[in-house]
């Protein structure tokens, strides 16, 4: 996860108050049960010592009930001087955090968002494309167009004598129009930084499409499902949609873990381990930050120990708490993965340059 979107919250003053709670309505009883889920949060941050005003803050944000559909979950970030950071997931969160800590605690809200993935996705046909960009946490396209649109020929016309060929190459001239137009748009979001697109509808239109993508900085993946006049393809869609964007996560990880070994097992640009990791951290050296937020949980920093380490805090916190404050304040990523990935450690890192 790119952790610039943290960084103002970070370099405010503690402590923080920080909820990431499911508030989702999928019954009708749903209201109850958020209220519910609402006042236990903030019992847990009172019974932690948290100011009253700033569970007020947190309680009013998390009582809002959201526009988009379940499953849906908040995370809230409060301090004495207002509420920092507050943002919707599109996930279903079965166990809440409610912390009232020198530090806020988002080691269980970055678990989530490292698996969101931005995409464009175009849908197309000899008439064109819809192309919308989404990021997996959201339902709703951030952006979106329909492009193409020129008719006149578009549909072979089993026509023979001297106009056969004439007819097809018309009807070929505008299926590569529209395919161009399709290709503009998607490269205009590629351009962006954008780079995965999911390519699905007719397969000569992906085909035509795919072909003018070659040679850009697309990262191309084309699902296997009808027009987009298909009635009924929605659900399919969807779940070819979420297949890939799984599939991409899993890669981004398994990238990252095989990286980590690699640089270990020739013991260079990387480390392993609280000590050797807080380290490299004050020393600038981090790029990235992989981490087991539950194992890093179970263990504890003294930033004292730690000759100028800055992390916003004198006081001894969770081992998960302190090293993402670290990781944003450093703008290093973060990445989460298992422990016994990690070297059987809680942390590591993948570094910016040797020592």
Not at 298 to 321: F, K, M, N, W
């Amino acid at each position: 996860m790119d952790t610039s979107t943290l960084s103002e919250l970070f370099q405010s003053s503690g402590p923080f108050a920080t909820a990431f709670v499911d508030v989702g309505h999928e019954n009708e009883n749903g209201e109850h049960e958020h209220e519910l889920r609402v006042r236990a949060a903030c019992e847990q941050l009172r019974d932690q010592g948290a100011d009253d005003k700033v569970v007020a803050l947190v309680a009013e944000r998390l009582g809002e009930l959201p526009a988009q559909p379940s499953p849906v979950a908040r995370v809230v970030v409060a301090n004495a001087d207002g509420v920092g950071y507050d943002e919707l997931a599109s996930t279903r969160v079965d166990v809440p955090t409610a912390t009232w800590a020198p530090l806020p605690d988002l080691a269980r809200w970055i678990e989530h968002r490292d698996s969101a993935v931005t995409f464009v996705l175009a849908l197309v046909d000899h008439e064109g494309g819809d192309v919308a960009l989404y990021s997996s946490d959201v339902p709703a396209a951030e952006e979106e167009a329909s492009v193409g649109g020129e008719e006149r020929f578009v549909h072979q016309v089993p026509v023979g004598g001297w106009s056969a060929l004439r007819y097809q190459r018309n009807t070929e001239n505008v299926w590569a129009r529209n395919a161009e137009a399709v290709v503009d748009e998607v490269v205009g979001h590629v351009r962006r930084g954008h780079r995965l697109v999911l390519l699905a509808g007719d397969p000569q239109s992906r085909g035509l499409v795919r072909d003018k993508l070659a040679g850009t900085e697309a990262e191309l993946v084309e699902l296997e499902t009808g027009s987009r006049a298909d009635d009924g393809g929605d659900d399919a869609q969807a779940q070819a949609v979420r297949e890939a964007l799984l599939e991409q996560v899993v890669t981004r990880r398994l990238g990252r873990v095989h990286e980590l070994r690699e640089r270990l097992g020739r013991g260079e640009g990387a480390v392993a381990g609280i000590d050797d990791v807080t380290e490299a951290f004050v020393r600038g050296q981090v790029d990235t930050l992989l981490i087991d937020p539950a194992a890093a949980a179970e263990q504890e920093i003294d930033p004292r120990t730690y000759r100028g380490l800055s992390i916003g805090t004198q006081e001894t916190v969770r081992a998960d708490l302190a090293l993402v404050a670290a990781a944003v304040l450093t703008s290093a990523s973060v990445t989460v993965a298992g422990r016994t990935a990690l070297g059987n450690q809680p942390v590591a890192a993948l570094l910016r340059w040797d020592q």
